[in-house]
């Protein structure tokens, strides 16, 4: 059975860094997606960035373009999303997910992903 854990994530001043990660296990192919999703209480769940590890294409939200950088290591089979600059509307469960697609534009749709972690806190205070 696939699985995906997050990991780094925590509290963090408005204005800082964090990276929050990915690990994939028992899943062997190199041609897949990677998206990072949040949601804040009382939202829905939204997608951040996401990745093509076929074509190294990525996505930004309009929100986060700029400060967040999203990476993948398919040897590894994890996912890194570097954000900076935080904000206090950052705030929220970051999930990673994902999708058995080999495409060079990685989907931003969540219901396209196939796989998903249990999700990370990530708390940006004032």
């Known amino acids: 059975e696939v699985q995906l854990v997050e990991s780094g994530g925590g509290l963090v001043q408005a204005g800082g860094s964090l990276t929050v990660s990915c690990t994939i296990s028992?899943?062997?192919?190199?041609?897949?997606?990677i998206g990072w999703f949040r949601q804040a209480p009382g939202k829905e769940r939204e997608g951040v960035s996401c990745?093509?590890?076929?074509?190294?294409?990525?996505y930004y939200t309009n929100s986060v373009k700029g400060r967040f950088t999203i990476s993948s290591d398919n040897r590894k089979k994890t996912s890194d999303l570097r954000m900076n600059s935080l904000k206090p509307e950052d705030t929220a469960v970051y999930y990673c997910a994902l999708a058995l697609i080999v495409a060079d534009r990685c989907p931003t749709d969540l219901a396209t992903y196939d796989y998903w972690g249990q999700g990370i806190q990530v708390t940006v205070s004032s």
């Open positions: 990745i093509s590890t076929t074509s190294g294409e990525t």
């Open positions: 028992e899943f062997i192919f190199d041609d897949y997606a």
